[in-house]
Nanobody
Framework: QVDLVESGGGFVQPGGSLRLSCVAN????????MRWLRQAPGKAIEWLTA????????DYHASVKDRFTISRDNAKNTLYLQMNSLKTEDTALYFC??????????RGPGTQVTVSS
């Protein structure tokens, strides 16, 4: 069964940085497109970024482009999200999922990111 577990969230001041990790098990991670999404309280799930199986291709939502970087280490079955220049509006539950866009078939429970002064 697919198992995705995120970590690395926390409390950070505006302008700060965090690096999220997502460890994957139970499927062929190295052959899978992967993505990060987030959900703030009372708001819809927001797609942030996705990466190809090789890691050579990626795409970003305009709200995080040039601030966030997605990457992966297929040898470690791990997906990453480097988040820089964080803003208060980035506060949300962040989670990883399989696939590039659309229906979320497999996702982790998420890790909370809170940006506040």
């Amino acid at each position: 069964q697919v198992d995705l577990v995120e970590s690395g969230g926390g409390f950070v001041q505006p302008g700060g940085s965090l690096r999220l990790s997502c460890v994957a098990n139970g499927f062929q991670f190295s052959s899978s497109e992967m993505r990060w999404l987030r959900q703030a309280p009372g708001k819809a799930i927001e797609w942030l970024t996705a990466i190809s199986p090789s890691g050579h291709e990626s795409d970003y939502h305009a709200s995080v482009k040039d601030r966030f970087t997605i990457s992966r280490d297929n040898a470690k079955n791990t997906l990453y999200l480097q988040m820089n220049s964080l803003k208060t509006e980035d506060t949300a539950l962040y989670f990883c999922a399989t696939g590039w866009y659309g229906t979320i078939n497999n996702r982790g429970p998420g890790t909370q990111v809170t940006v506040s002064s």
